[in-house]
């Protein structure tokens, strides 16, 4: 029997629709291939749907995504937009939707594929075998916490405030999340924080340790942010699975993306406990080569992989887009942004050809 399944589609800003396109062609070759129906509906967000309707994230995008199995999104922002007030910028959509859709968990993986090594500016001996799995915190923390703004002082002097607060519930959903990644890969979990200095992080921390004691099989670790950007950096394969807050979340995966050569290839999934998953590239919008067939789709493609393993359990076809990635790899194409020596560069719908071949 054919399963069906509702996909909402955010192509989103910048290189975000050409990505998209590809991801879509991936899907529609596999939905045949493996018997699944897919039913997309697309939506706006971002600055696409700030031209459009004056709003980064409309109501009817939230109430699409709801109503969908799973949110398949490219990527926002762009020059354009940067000079408007925060409440109208495209990354307020962006943070809009994950808070809408409670989705606190974002998993963000770090796999160094062996035919790109040479595309990492690292050392081969220092990143051959990255495996790495950030879960980040992401609807908590200082990206959230209140009081924020731009206030004026008693003296009349004005002051921006940001406030990291996270509660006992979110820290524990999050750290459970952590633990159990941790459980199916090899049970090596580091805490990420910066409890020397800061009350909101001791706490964090204290409640990793607490809740360690219900997964005694994985080995719980802690480090300050510092000296793990340092650690990413200098022995990234020390590394297993990251729980972190928000903030250094965000910081920590771009350092940790980089690894593995290009920011270009690496997927994501943002999932809360009842509404459909987010899957989205870890990259942003890259405004600078939008619409010119250069932008690398393989991240989007691979972020259609993921939810496919992770909203509908289809862990077959999962593999298969993931294996058919390795293989165009394998025949030496490549796009602008992993390109090496001897490789055959190719366009975003050209590696998206080949691609769809290789299924
Ligand atoms: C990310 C991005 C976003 C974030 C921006 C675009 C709001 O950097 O997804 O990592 O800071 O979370
Ligand atoms: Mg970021």
Request: overall charge negative; aromatic content about 6%; glycine content about 8%.
């Amino acid at each position: 029997m054919t399963k069906q399944y509702r996909i909402t589609l955010l192509p989103g800003d910048g290189i975000g629709p050409e990505i998209m396109s590809v991801a879509v062609r991936v899907l529609k070759t596999i939905g045949e291939k493996f018997a699944l129906n897919f039913e997309f509906q697309e939506a706006l967000i971002g600055g696409s749907a700030i031209d459009a309707t004056g709003e980064p994230l409309p109501a009817a995008t939230l109430e699409t995504c709801k109503n969908s199995d799973a949110v398949l999104l490219a990527a926002i922002g762009g020059y354009k937009w940067d000079s408007l007030p925060r409440h109208l910028r495209p990354e307020t959509g962006l943070l809009g939707l994950r808070s809408g859709l409670q989705l606190f968990a974002n998993l963000r993986p770090a796999t160094i594929l062996p035919q790109l090594i040479d595309a990492s500016t690292l050392k081969r001996e220092v990143v051959e075998g990255v495996d790495i799995m950030v879960v980040r915190e992401l609807t908590g923390g200082i990206y959230f916490g209140q009081p924020r703004g731009v206030f004026t002082t008693e003296t009349g002097e004005k002051r921006g405030v940001n406030t990291m607060a996270y509660t006992e519930s979110e820290i524990d959903r999050i750290g459970r999340v952590a633990f159990e990644t941790a459980q199916k890969r090899s049970k090596r979990l580091c805490s990420v924080d910066k409890a020397n200095v800061l009350e909101v992080s001791q706490f964090w921390r204290d409640r990793m340790i607490a809740l360690s004691a219900e997964y005694p099989d994985v080995e719980l670790s802690h480090l300050y942010v510092d000296n793990a950007a340092m650690q990413l950096v200098r022995a990234p394969k020390q590394f297993d699975t990251i729980v972190t807050s928000n903030l250094f979340g965000d910081i920590l995966s771009d350092a940790a993306a980089m690894l593995t050569g290009s920011i270009g290839m690496l997927p994501s999934a943002s999932l809360g406990a009842s509404n459909p998953g987010v899957y989205e590239p870890v990259h942003g919008s890259a405004p600078d080569i939008a619409g010119q067939d250069k932008a690398n789709p393989l991240a989007q493609v691979l972020s259609a992989a993921m939810m496919l393993r992770y909203s509908f359990d289809q862990a077959e076809a999962a593999t298969h887009i993931e294996q058919a990635v390795l293989k165009v790899l394998d025949q030496g194409y490549r796009t602008g942004d992993i390109m090496s020596e001897g490789k055959t560069l190719v366009g975003c719908q050209a590696i998206g050809d080949v691609l769809v071949a290789a299924l």
